[in-house]
Nanobody, 123 residues
Framework: QVQLVESGGGLVQAGGSLRLSCTAS????????MGWFRQAPGKEREFVAA????????NYVNSVKGRFTISRDNAKNTVYLQMNSLKPEDTAVYYC????????????????WGQGTQVTVSS
């Protein structure tokens, strides 16, 4: 069992930055692929970024490429999402998730989910 707790959300003006963190319980964090998803009001949850077990491979949805960076620190059981040049359309609840298969962007590939953290970008 893995428990995930996100933090770092908030209100920011367009063009600003935020860094989200997600800390996992348990000693097997390094064996999981970690992903970030987001869900805006009235929309489906969508993939944002993922990172493999070692941190050597990452992938992003096109809309955040060049602006967001996912990273992980296995010694701290933590995955991060650095978000720069934020836009109003980035407003959503952001979730981190843990899964076993790298490369898929489906929510069904991820076994464990955090409770989410709200990110609001004002124009």
């Amino acid at each position: 069992q893995v428990q995930l707790v996100e933090s770092g959300g908030g209100l920011v003006q367009a063009g600003g930055s935020l860094r989200l963190s997600c800390t996992a319980s348990g000693r097997t964090f390094s064996s999981y692929v970690m992903g970030w998803f987001r869900q805006a009001p009235g929309k489906e949850r969508e993939f944002v970024a993922a990172i493999n077990w070692s941190g050597g491979m990452t992938n992003y949805v096109n809309s955040v490429k060049g602006r967001f960076t996912i990273s992980r620190d296995n010694a701290k059981n933590t995955v991060y999402l650095q978000m720069n040049s934020l836009k109003p359309e980035d407003t959503a609840v952001y979730y981190c998730a843990a899964g076993s298969r790298y490369g898929s962007r489906g929510t069904y590939e991820y076994e464990y989910w955090g409770q989410g953290t709200q990110v609001t970008v004002s124009s």
